[in-house]
């Protein structure tokens, strides 16, 4: 048995066991999905199989794991991780530390003492639809670039297990499609075994051997993919997994109210460089507008100069309202975050908002109550950005700008997400939504803009969808 983990109990520095009684046993080719509910422990136990937990992050591990017969919970076996293991996080820009592809690629290598550095390098880089950009500085580089780039790192040097967290929170639907692609032609395709962690288990149903379910630390459920029927995936919608693609079935809605911002021959950009030209955009009373558009397409620089962050290259933004009041939640959730304890986050809510507001909160989230001394930073990607809109909601704003704000969600969270959208906007409130995911216009959206080929253009909600569909193929 080429992976054979038994996790007892594992535990971070300070706080309770989150993992007991997890068994994992791979062989050679062959791949497990793990899904979850947010903080359920999945990216946990990826931490506690390869030894980080316990011999890096002061956390305490009960067990053994064994990859190539190698004990990576002891301190001696751990040395040996970098050479077992391969790893792709969940947001590149946090796992990429090099200047350029062939810094990052190369950097792995030549930690691991390989001879055949540049050659290997520059054949990876080749695979993976870099070639011509090994030298192009990292932050020019796309997501879907970025993503690609952290896979051919994670296995340049031929580990024999790869891990996958969350691999596709943050990028478009042609970049889910190329993670699919290189999943199967680099890692299962050429016998890597692999552990795949994921909300959306969807994109990886037809590509894994078998499902395990954790909840609340321990094993719920787990199954051959053969032996996966319609009950299974029942019960995992039960318990916060995405497994089936959206379908709109609701009408418009009809009870909008007046123009409160529009946007009159629009050209935006950095430093009097145009992204996006010429956009009439409008948004009324009790609307939902989502903007879609791939990776790297002008979303976020559109979303940051409506909320004054960038100044307009050209054209101008018209308010029908008195002071309106704007606020934009970035993409990465912990941009919003000022405090060490998520306590004194809503300490600063509870002055601005009043008790009933939080009274609110912990019913609609009872798991907050015990993660009150808990550093935001330390919350599962999924509650971090729960905390974040709840920020939001506690200034009152009557225009609300969200990037990107399902990415990261188990799919009770992301219902949790569109009931707040929901009730905010039967307040007369508005949201803007920069989001390449097909679910948000499906239940959400009132009107749809579309960016592409650096042009913004109004279309159907069922454009829209069946564009981001098409994308995942």
């Known amino acids: 048995m080429l992976v054979d983990t038994k996790i007892t109990r ?17 062989g050679e080719g062959e791949s497990v999905l793990v899904v979850g509910s947010s903080g359920c422990g999945k990216t946990t136990l990826l931490l506690a199989m390869t030894g980080v937990l316990n011999n890096l992050l002061e956390g305490e591990v009960e067990g053994y794991s064994r990859i190539g017969g190698v004990n990576l919970l002891e301190p001696e076996g751990f040395r040996e991780v970098a050479r077992l293991v391969g790893v792709v996080l969940q947001d590149p820009d946090k796992q990429i530390a090099m200047p350029t592809p062939y810094d990052e690629v190369s950097f792995v290598l030549e930690n691991l003492g390989f001879n055949d550095i540049e050659e290997r390098t520059n054949r990876i880089l080749g695979m993976f639809g870099l070639a011509g950009k090994e030298f192009v500085s990292i932050e020019k580089l796309s997501g879907g670039e970025k993503r690609r780039l952290t896979i051919a790192s994670a296995i340049v040097h031929d580990p024999p297990i790869i891990l996958f967290d969350e691999p596709t929170a943050s990028i478009d639907p042609w970049g889910v499609r190329e993670v699919r692609k290189y999943f199967r032609e680099h890692v299962s395709g050429l016998g890597r075994a692999s552990i795949v962690v994921e909300h959306k288990a969807k994109y990886f149903l037809d590509l894994v051997d078998e499902v395990v379910l954790l909840e609340d630390g321990v094993i719920r459920a787990r199954r051959r993919i053969s032996e996966v029927d319609e009950a299974f995936l029942e ?4 318990h916060g997994v995405d497994v089936r693609s959206p379908i709109l079935i609701r009408e418009p809605r009809r009870d909008v109210g007046r123009t409160i911002l529009e946007t009159r021959g629009l050209t935006i950009g950095y430093n009097g460089q145009p992204i996006i030209s010429g956009i009439d955009f409008e948004v009324r009373e009790r ?8 990776n790297g397409s002008g979303k976020t620089t559109f979303l940051k100069t ?7 290259v050209a054209g101008e933004i018209v308010f029908r309202e008195k002071n309106p009041r704007i606020f934009y939640v970035p993409q990465n959730p912990d941009y919003m975050f000022i405090h060490t304890r998520v306590k004194r986050e ?4 509870y002055k601005r908002s009043g008790r009933i507001f939080i009274e609110k909160i912990f019913s609609e989230a009872p ?3 015990g993660l009150l001394d808990m550093s935001p930073h330390r919350l599962s ?7 974040a809109l709840t920020i939001a909601r506690g200034y009152n704003p009557s225009i609300v700008l969200l990037d990107e704000p399902t990415t990261g969600l188990d799919l009770k969270l992301y219902r949790h997400v569109i ?12 949201v803007v939504i920069a989001s390449h995911d097909p679910r948000v216009i499906a239940d959400l959206a009132d009107r749809v803009y579309l960016v592409e080929n650096n042009r913004m253009r109004e279309v159907s909600l069922e454009y829209g969808l069946k564009w981001l569909e098409e994308g995942f193929k």
């Open 10 to 26: 594992a535990q971070h520095r300070g706080s309770r066991f989150v993992l007991r009684d997890v068994f994992l046993s791979l």
């Open 419 to 430: 009931e707040w959208i929901r009730k905010i906007v039967k307040e007369k409130r508005s």
């Open 367 to 369: 798991w907050l109550k």
């Open 306 to 312: 409506i909320a004054g962050s960038l100044k307009p």
């Open 235 to 238: 019960y995992l919608e039960e």
């Open 346 to 349: 809503l300490d600063d809510l």
């Open 287 to 294: 609307e939902v507008v989502v903007v879609i558009g791939a």
């Open 381 to 387: 990607h999924g509650q971090r950005r729960w905390l």
